[in-house]
């Protein structure tokens, strides 16, 4: 079972939490996780390097856990992708794999054609480490005051080869994706083996 760990909402450069407590609040849920059944633990949606090198040192340092990290990028206005912390895709690998992450890569804040270029960029930063992708239901929309993902299931289905040939080893769905989605994305791996 995998479970999952999220940013805290806290900047550590605005020291209004410690690395310590930060450590610490990181290690507490890692433990519980763990004794809850947990073999595997997502550290997901990050966007700062101290904060999810703290994280994945609390999940290695206190569990016999696997890590994953993942962080969410955005394309700038030069089409270069950056968390909101500034961390391009080849920062990222490089610091979670020093930190000791296992798995790295990207999730939410993209549709999935976009996760091709950032999948692309962690696969050429760290060829022989596997890359999970967890994208959108595409980029979301407001209709009617009601947030919409607008890729149907067979739009996010029919990007999976490029994806795949760009390094990606785990994919799956994060806002907007329904079972309908997965299912799609399952079909589609299955096609290409």
Do not use: W
């Not at 790295?104 to 050429?124: K, S, Y």
């Amino acid at each position: 079972m995998i479970a999952s760990i999220g940013p805290t909402g806290e900047i550590l450069i605005m020291e209004d939490i410690s690395e310590e407590e930060m450590y610490d609040a990181f290690t507490e849920q890692a433990v519980a996780l763990e004794t809850g059944g947990a073999d595997a633990i997502c550290i997901e949606t990050m966007s700062a390097l101290d904060e999810a090198e703290l994280a994945v040192k609390a999940v290695k340092d206190n569990t016999g856990c696997e890590v994953i990290c993942t962080f969410t990028f955005e394309r700038n206005m030069s089409g270069e992708y950056r968390t909101m912390m500034g961390v391009s895709p080849e920062q990222f690998a490089e610091a979670m794999l020093a930190a000791g992450a296992d798995i790295i890569g990207t999730n939410c804040g993209n549709g999935i054609e976009r996760m091709i270029d950032i999948v692309t960029a962690l696969h050429t930063a760290s060829p022989d480490t596997p890359i999970l992708v967890h994208a959108n239901a595409g980029l979301p929309k407001n209709v009617n005051g009601i947030d919409v993902f607008p890729e149907t299931p067979g739009q996010m289905a029919e990007k999976v080869p490029a994806l795949i040939e760009a390094g990606a080893n785990i994919i799956g769905g994060c806002c907007g994706t329904t079972p309908e989605h997965i299912n799609a994305i399952k079909r589609t791996i299955g096609e290409i083996k």
